[in-house]
C-alpha cells in the first residue's frame, strides 16, 4: 500500500513568499500538521519551521514539503527574490496539443512531450529555478538513434571519472578516460 | 531481536507514450485505443508470467480497496474517473500496470521487507517490455516526460515502509521531516499515522540513476530507524514505568477487545512490536510473523474479503471491526507481559 496523497496534500499555494509565523518574507516550507487524521498546514520560513518541528509533542505528526511543490503554474514571475523571468506571452500555445502558457501557469501541467519544447523556458525557470535540467541520467529507452546512445554513454564515463577523482581511484579513472578519448574519437558527427 | 529496516518496498514507475496528449489532455478514443494495445500486449504470451486484466467497471468498492491495501493499485487511481481506464496483475501478485491514470502508464511494486533493489529489476523487466509496445515519451535532458514536469526523469517513484512509533511519539519525526526534504526526500504517514508507520519516498526523479536513489532511501532509511531504536533505548532507561505501562495496557486490550477499529489495532501491534523487541513481552502469535504482516491482514477491505461472508456488506459494516477483535484476540492469545 502506498501513503495516500489525498486532495488535502495538493494545497492550494498562493502567492504569498510570507512566513504566517514571524511575517518575515521568504516562506519556503509548507508544513503539514496530521493529527488525530486531520491535516492542517501552515506556510512557513526555514528558521521558524525548525522552532516549530521542535515544539513538536504527542501524537502530532509533522511533515514538511518544499514550497516548489504545486507551484510549477504559479509561481511568481518578478525578478527580485527568484530567477530571472523570461518574457513569454500567455497566449503562447503548444500546436500539437493546444495548450497555452496560460494553462500551463493556472494547472502547473503540460498536455504533451511536445510542450517540453514549447514551454521550455517558463518550464526550466519554474523547475529548474531557470537552470537547465541536470542531465538525465540513469534507464534510457531502448529505442533511440546511434547518437542519443553515444552521448549517454559518454555522460556516463564523465560521471564516472568524476567519482573516480573525487575518491581518488586513478588509475580507474585513467582506464575510464581512455575509453571517453576513444569514445570522442568516434562520435557519429565527429564531436560529441 | 534486530530487524530489517524497512517493514515494506514499494516501487510507482510511469511512463507515457509520445505522440498523444498526456491523460488528463487527451480525447477519450485516444485513450481507449492505448488500453487496448496495452491490453492486448499483456494477454499476449512471452511473458515471464501471466497478466491478469481486470475490468475496472466490474470491481467492488471492497474489491478495489482490497487491491489497494496491498499496494497493487495507487489510491489516486482507485479514486480516478474516466474512459481509457485499463488496470492488470502481473504473476502471482508480484507487480500490477495502471493504464490511463495520471499518466499512460505506471507500474506498481510493492513487497514486505528490504526489497527495494529486487523490485526495481523486476519492474525495469516489465518496463522493457512495454516499450515494445509503447513508444516512449523521452527527452536527453528531462528524461521521462509526465504530465507534471517537476516529476519529469527517472519516472520512479520509491517508497520504503518504516517502524518508527518511539520518533512519533516523542516529535522528533518532524526534524527529521525537515531533514529529508532538504535532501528532496519526502516523509508520509501510512494509515494516517497510526502506530508510527511511515513512508519515505523520493519527491524528485532528476539527476541520479534509478538505483542511486534506491540506495540514498535505503541508507536515509536506515539511519531513521537506527535513531528510532536508540531512541527506544533511551527511553526504556528513563521512563520504565510509562513504556512497561503502555505495552502492557496494548496487550491487555489486544487480548480482550471485542470491538477493534483498525488505526487501534495498528496502535496496539506497534506497542506490541516493540515490546518483543525491548524483551518486555512474549507474544506467541507473533513468532514467525512481522507485526507489520498482522497490520496487514487487518486493513479493512483485507478482513471483508478474506474473513467475512457477507462480503457486498461494504466496507461500513460495523461487523468488521467485531471480527478484527476476534483476529487480535487470537494473535494475542499466549501473549504476557515479563517482569
Redesign the interface.
Known sequence: ??????PEWNLDFDNSDTCEECGEVGAV?H?LR?EN?SVSHIRLCQKC??N???????????????A??GR?GKAKEKGETGPSPVPTSDSQVCT??G?TLADVKET??????VC?QVFGDH?RN??QGGE?????????????SAS?IH??EVMRLQRMLRELVECERFEEAASVRDRLSELERAAPGGSV | MSAAALKAS?L?LSR?E?????P??EEATALEDLQQRVEAALKNGGWDEPWRVHDLEELSPAEMTYL????LM???FADGTGEGRGFAVYGDEVASLEIGGGDHLRL?G?RTGDELSVLWSLL?QL??RL?GTI?????????Y?T????Q???G?RI?ATLHVPTL????R???I??E??ASGM?????W??AGGI??V?N?GR???????TIQEIEDISRDIVEKERSVRKMFMRENPIQVRDHIGRAIGLAQHAWNMSF?ECVNLLSAAEVGLELGLVDVPGLVGQAAFDAM?RL?PAHVVMEHMEAKQSGLESPEIDQVRARMLREIFAGARVLS
Open positions: 500500500m502506498f501513503a495516500d496523497e489525498s516550507i508544513l496530521v487524521g519551521a525548525e516549530l518541528a521542535g515544539r513538536t509533542e504527542g501524537m502530532a505528526l509533522v511533515l514538511a514539503v518544499p516548489i511543490v510549477v500539437v496539443c495548450t502547473g501541467m503540460v498536455g504533451c512531450s517540453y518550464l519554474v523547475v537547465e535540467p541536470p542531465a538525465h541520467l540513469g534507464k534510457v529507452p531502448r529505442q533511440g542519443d552521448r549517454r | 514499494g510507482g507515457n509520445t505522440g498523444i496528449r498526456f488528463h489532455a489497494v491495501e496491498k499496494g495507487s489510491p489516486g506498481l510493492f525495469s518496463d522493457d516499450e513508444n516512449y515519451a523521452f527527452d536527453p535532458c528531462w528524461g516526460l504530465s507534471h514536469p517537476e519529469a526523469g527517472t520512479l517508497y512519533m511519539l516523542t516529535g519525526l518532524a526534524s521531516a525537515l529529508l526534504v519526502g516523509l508520509s504517514p501510512l494516517g499515522g511511515i513512508q519516498s519527491r532528476q539527476g541520479k540513476p534509478e538505483i542511486e488505526p496487514r486493513q
